[in-house]
T-cell receptor, first 116, second 117 residues
Framework: AQKITQTQPGMFVQEKEAVTLDCTYDTSDPSYGLFWYKQPSSGEMIFLIYQGSYDQQNATEGRYSLNFQKARKSANLVISASQLGDSAMYFCAMRDITNTGNQFYFGTGTSLTVIP | DTGVSQNPRHKITKRGQNVTFRCDPISEHNRLYWYRQTLGQGPEFLTYFQNEAQLEKSRLLSDRFSAERPKGSFSTLEIQRTEQGDSAMYLC???????????????FGPGTRLTVL
């Protein structure tokens, strides 16, 4: 089974609007971390935000926030006040401590286009 | 610039040739990872080093692939007898020594894009 599922291959958002990128995950481990990365066309993966499975509050980093719903196993990324520079691929990733516990599992990504 | 660096950024080679990529992690990071990313997919884990020890290898890492991190600093990934299916972006990431839990964020380099003709 897929560890990370991103069901939105592509999303469009008007500049200055908010957008939610979906991510669901699968793990039986009680201790895990969820990450979101941005990948512009240049190729570099840029870390955006982290949520730990035991964190009581949803993570926020500037215009990024993570809507963490543990029972539903979802970790959606919310980008507020979209900017043209937000146009990129966005990847959700998970790290749990089953097996080796050191690799990240990535989803297939969501391509976000911000429209002026 | 104190981020993860990778060289070369692009590599074009003919099938059957050997190629080697280099990754320089963030200096204080003792963990180093290699990933492969094909078009339309997320990165897939290849291998992981803690200092100079290669602790994990994915099933994706065939016998033609070898990675080293001889002094626990930079790492090299070599692909022997390249095949067209090896064409991909090869990403390197590093993370600091884990104190506890799962919070060791991985920081990625710009990647090396390999094209096998």
């Amino acid at each position: 089974a897929q560890k990370i599922t991103q069901t939105q291959p592509g999303m469009f958002v008007q500049e200055k609007e908010a957008v939610t990128l979906d991510c669901t995950y699968d793990t039986s481990d009680p201790s895990y971390g969820l990450f979101w990365y941005k990948q512009p066309s240049s190729g570099e993966m840029i870390f955006l935000i982290y949520q730990g499975s035991y964190d009581q509050q949803n993570a926020t980093e500037g215009r990024y926030s993570l809507n963490f719903q543990k029972a539903r196993k979802s970790a959606n990324l919310v980008i507020s006040a979209s900017q043209l520079g937000d146009s990129a691929m966005y990847f959700c990733a998970m790290r749990d401590i089953t097996n080796t516990g050191n690799q990240f599992y990535f989803g297939t990504g969501t391509s976000l286009t911000v429209i002026p | 610039d104190t981020g993860v660096s990778q060289n070369p950024r692009h590599k074009i080679t003919k099938r059957g040739q050997n190629v080697t990529f280099r990754c320089d992690p963030i200096s204080e990071h003792n963990r180093l990872y290699w990933y492969r990313q094909t078009l339309g997919q997320g990165p897939e884990f290849l291998t992981y080093f803690q200092n100079e020890a290669q602790l994990e290898k994915s099933r994706l890492l065939s016998d033609r692939f070898s990675a080293e991190r001889p002094k626990g600093s930079f790492s090299t990934l070599e692909i022997q007898r390249t095949e067209q299916g090896d064409s991909a972006m090869y990403l390197c990431a590093s993370s600091p020594k884990r104190l506890a839990g799962v919070t060791d964020t991985q920081y990625f380099g710009p990647g090396t894009r390999l094209t096998v003709l």
